[in-house]
């Protein structure tokens, strides 16, 4: 099981390196448009991993995977 955690934060980093998923969504914010998918589907990657986290080391100790969470989601869109 503690392979999946390092996978996911690596995928985590990886996702918030690239920036949003969904590539209009940049366009999209600048704009001021609403964001393309709701916000319980936007930014899996970042989502699953940041979960992860959270249950199995606590939320004081996935800042940085919340950040990137955060991140992805303010790219896709939406006002976090």
């Known amino acids: ?3 999946n955690t390092s996978k996911g ?3 985590a980093q990886a ?3 690239a920036g949003p998923t969904v590539p209009s969504a940049t366009q999209g914010s600048a704009a001021g448009e609403k964001p393309k998918c709701k916000a319980c589907c936007a930014c899996p990657e970042t989502k699953r991993a940041r979960d992860q986290c959270i249950v199995e080391q606590g939320e004081e100790n996935c800042t940085t995977l919340i950040e990137a969470h955060k991140k992805c ?4 869109g939406f006002n976090i």
């Open 15 to 17: 996702a918030a390196a």
């Open 9 to 11: 934060v690596e995928v």
């Open 1 to 3: 099981m503690g392979s």
């Open 73 to 76: 989601m303010r790219d896709a």
